[in-house]
């Protein structure tokens, strides 16, 4: 059984920066691929970026290619994800997920933070 905790999220201003991180127990974290999806208020939970367990493989969606940075620390246990750029409509509950794939859209199963939220102000 795999605990994931988010933990970076808070209020910054359109531009600003953020660094998310994930901090996984009780499961070998290095056997996971790694994902964050978002979901804001009313809508469906979307993929953000995954990782592979050896961070071989990385994907993003298109609305955050060039601004953020998903990366792996396999000895901390912890996925991170920089954040750059932030515009209002970043703003979400920001989740991490651990699979043995990399999950690109949301399904039920696997293992789930409870979320951090990120507020972009305009």
């Known amino acids: 059984q795999v605990q994931l905790v988010e933990s970076g999220g808070g209020l910054v201003q359109a531009g600003g920066s953020l660094r998310l991180s994930c901090a996984a127990s009780g499961g070998t974290f290095s056997r996971y691929a790694m994902s964050w999806f978002r979901q804001a208020p009313g809508k469906e939970r979307e993929f953000v970026a995954g990782?592979?367990?050896?961070?071989?493989?990385?994907y993003y969606t298109d609305s955050v290619k060039g601004r953020f940075t998903i990366s792996r620390d396999n000895a901390k246990n912890t996925v991170y994800l920089q954040m750059n750029s932030l515009k209002p409509e970043d703003t979400a509950v920001y989740y991490c997920a651990a699979n043995t794939v990399i999950v690109t859209k949301y399904r039920p199963g696997g293992y789930w933070g409870q979320g951090t939220q990120v507020t972009v102000s305009s």
């Open positions: 990782i592979s367990w050896r961070g071989g493989n990385i």
